[in-house]
């Protein structure tokens, strides 16, 4: 991200913890402003919603939709039925869609990344690579997807049993989904991360995942195994 096509920031709140890439295209001051005031306001939803249904932070399996949710919250029990995980699996994914979509509304960037924690969401004029961080395995950061203009919006999310501090079933170094839904994305990376419990199930749990109409690509990796498939083209590095 070191030239001259982005202006890029940080904003966070909480557990919420944003790199925000944006056109370069004029001052940032009140775009930084903006962002962490979409932040407080999508938290808000959240944590209102946690108080009337605190099942829906803690459970760890699908739960029926109430009615009248913010749409956000919606979608985010959506992908935890079909995904078949908590409905905070989907957080993540989710905020980074609808802050990336609010930036792209309200100041008309041609281009806009949204990272949060590991899950992007974007909008590009031209490609961009998105390399997997997969800790201490010897393919970490050697396998990336080229993602093209005419692929975004589009969502990319990444589960680990071993970086990080999120709760997860299984042992998967890295499991990246990519998916047009930021709650979809983040949701399935969850689930297949979960499957994952040695190198000898990533091309078979890979299959499983590529069978599924709303993900676009996959890309897991164990140790030195990988598996991976999809539309999005994919770069390796020595």
Known sequence: MGNDRWRNFNVSVKETD?????????????????????????????????LEFPEFLSSL??????????????????????????????????????ICRDLLNEYGFPEVIVENGGDIFMKLTSPATISVYAGGSP????IGLVVRPEQTPVSICCSSGTVGHSFSFGNADACMIASESGALADAYATAFCNKIKNSRMVRKVAEQALKIPN?????????D???????IEVSVKN
């Open 18 to 50: 944003l790199w925000i890439a944006v056109s370069n295209t004029g001052e940032i001051h009140s775009v930084k402003s903006f962002s962490l005031n979409r932040i407080l306001f999508y938290r808000n939803i959240i944590e209102t919603h946690i």
């Open 61 to 98: 399996s699908p739960l029926v939709t109430p009615g009248g949710v913010h749409p956000l919250v919606r979608e985010m029990y959506e992908a935890s039925r079909l995904a078949l995980t908590g409905p905070m699996s989907a957080v993540a994914g989710v905020v980074a869609e609808y």
């Open 139 to 142: 393919l970490s950061e050697k």
């Open 215 to 223: 993900i676009i690509s996959v890309v897991i990796i164990k140790d």
């Open 225 to 231: 195994k990988v598996g991976l498939g999809g539309k």
